[in-house]
């Protein structure tokens, strides 16, 4: 350790939210260059590269081929796809001197296509899977936790050509199949969730979530094995009916502008009312949208129906005729388009705005009181919605995306004029798949769920070294050379050993052991040494034991390799 790069920290960053952002800098592993840009120090490369290997043997066990494409992709291939506007500003554009177009690529769905177009022309050739280890860059607005959220990281990502959608399924269940074995293998306990397919596209995808209290994504889940984001789940959301005979009437409700306050004058639950948000579509068009009053409109479902839409101002409400607060389906104005979530399609008796200020009608009726332009799922699903699958109340969990499968079909394929002969002689495009994992990401989550108030606790199939031998006076005739001679031991039956060589006190050697989290130490003291012994600390869990001196490494031998990915 005298000679290794790892330069920790007594406090924790003041910029550091994430357990795994504020104990990676402290330890050592990595250092921030600028916003959303980080160094891998050598502890924290040793484990990426770990996490590496476990990929690649995986992908090796189903038949993807490695191999290495640009960072740097031509604009051209962006607009062939149609990408290149569609992305947004997260993607990192530039110019070369003769002023074309380029990205430094967050993902490869075009520069794989592109490649394989003229290449793969028969279904004799197919299917083929691709993949690469490789940096990618997103503009991020506000990056933040670490390694969570950067603009440059590492990822794995894989493409598979298939000439069926047999074929394409098959490639697609081999690798959320690998995808769930390369988690257990790193360590991590993840969920395998039903998930939005975002700027990638295509029909089916499923995300792996690392659980952690930190976690940026909202989960929900079941113990019959559903689970989804919450952005992508759909459910049918349980409501109330509200009071009354199921006769319209039309309530005096002075000041009363929200569910809140709506639901406790009525003194019913808040799911007994609905919610009315009026918005101007990507096209123009003016909509409300009624949701169960204890829900939120998801908004990933909602650009879906409306594209690219945008909540009513002050402004636009006026002019729509609209009134903050008091917004129902009964009586709205002309040329304004009724959208409602499925949920609500058997309810017969809705509290909702009276499109009059401090105003509310009771008992308005579907079909007798207004007319429905659309039944659509739009809300939010939460903890206690029951399950689609099987009914029980669904459960609440957090958790960090750590690798994501999608069945792409055929969206780059035709867009870019990649196809192959089938075995009738015709010109069809490839059905494709997108398969990508987080390498970075997967590191900052397994600190997440091995941390403790001391610091990390590297799981042996991914800790940057296996054992630290830690002799507490380098200068003692007995215990440096002891020291040596189990380190050599450990490392004669393949272990990997660092050893803690500095001329520090006992306190900082166990602190830093702690902070650096490697899973076994071995404590070389004067006391222990003279009744023959070591102490074996398992850096997990805090347990310690008095070893003989000519066990130990045999002992740390039969533990230490079992636990290998």
């Known amino acids: 350790m005298s000679r290794l790069y790892a330069p920790t920290l007594k406090e924790d960053p003041a910029e550091a939210e994430l357990a795994s952002h504020r104990l990676l800098l402290r330890a050592g592993m990595i250092r921030r260059t600028a916003s959303g840009l980080y160094s891998y120090l050598p502890l924290a490369w040793r484990s990426l590269r770990k996490i590496e290997e476990v990929i690649r043997e995986e992908m090796e066990t189903i038949g993807a081929q490695e191999m ?84 440059e990281f590492i990822m794995k990502d894989a493409y598979s050509f298939s000439a069926t959608q047999e074929s394409l399924q098959e490639c697609y269940d081999q690798q959320k199949a690998a995808y769930a074995r390369i988690a257990e293998r790193c360590g991590i306990r993840a969920l395998p969730v039903v998930a939005d397919s975002g700027q990638i596209g295509g029909d089916t995808s499923v995300e792996f979530m690392a659980l952690a209290d930190a976690g940026e994504a909202a989960l929900v889940w079941c113990d019959c094995g559903f689970a989804a984001d919450v952005e992508a789940a759909a459910t049918t959301v349980s409501v109330t009916e509200g009071p009354g005979d199921g006769t319209l009437e039309k309530v005096y409700t002075p000041g009363l502008g929200t569910i809140e306050a709506v639901a406790s004058f009525f003194g019913f639950p808040e799911n007994g009312t609905r919610k009315s948000l009026a918005l101007i579509a990507e096209d123009g068009t003016r909509v409300v949208a009624i949701v169960p009053g204890d829900h939120e409109l998801n908004e990933i479902k909602a650009v879906r129906l409306f594209g690219d839409y945008h909540l009513m101002s002050d402004e636009e409400l006026e002019e729509a005729g609209l009134h903050k607060g008091f917004i129902g389906p009964v009586n709205l104005p002309q040329n304004i388009r009724l959208v409602c979530d499925e949920s609500l399609k058997a309810s017969k008796s809705w509290t909702c705005g009276a499109n009059e200020v401090d105003y509310h009608f009771t008992g308005a009726c579907p079909g007798r009181d207004f007319e429905v332009d659309e039944w659509a799922d739009l809300v939010s699903v939460h903890e206690g919605d029951p399950c689609p699958h099987c009914g029980k109340p669904l459960k609440g969990a957090r958790g960090i995306e750590i690798s994501q499968v999608f069945q792409l079909g055929t969206k780059y394929s035709e867009a870019m004029g990649a196809t192959f002969m089938d075995e009738d002689g015709r010109e069809r495009p490839f059905l494709m798949g997108c398969y990508g994992i987080g390498v970075s990401r997967t590191l900052a989550a397994v600190v997440e769920q091995h941390n403790d108030e001391h610091g990390i606790c590297w799981p042996v199939c991914v800790a940057p070294y296996e054992v630290e031998v830690v002799p507490l006076d380098v200068h003692d005739e007995v215990v440096w050379p002891i020291a040596e001679s189990i380190a050599q031991q450990l490392v004669d039956l393949g272990i990997e050993v660092v050893v803690d060589d500095r001329k520090e006190r006992p306190g900082v050697k166990f602190a830093d052991a702690d902070l650096m989290g490697f899973p076994y130490q071995i404590v070389c003291g004067k006391k222990a040494i003279k009744n023959g012994n070591v102490e074996v600390k398992v850096r997990a869990t805090g347990e310690r034991n008095e070893v003989p001196i000519s066990e130990v490494a045999s002992m740390l031998a039969e533990m230490v390799i079992p636990q290998r990915a």
């Open 68 to 151: 290495l494409v640009p960072m740097l992709t031509p604009g051209e291939l962006w607009h062939e796809s149609g990408r290149w506007d569609a992305y947004g500003p997260e993607l990192m554009r530039m110019h070369d001197r003769h002023d074309r177009e380029f990205c430094l690529g967050p993902t490869h769905e075009e520069t794989f296509t592109d490649l394989v177009r003229n290449e793969l022309r028969s279904y004799k050739q197919l299917p083929v899977t691709l993949y690469q280890i490789q940096d990618k860059f997103r503009d991020e607005l506000r990056p933040r936790f670490g390694l969570m959220r950067g603009r």
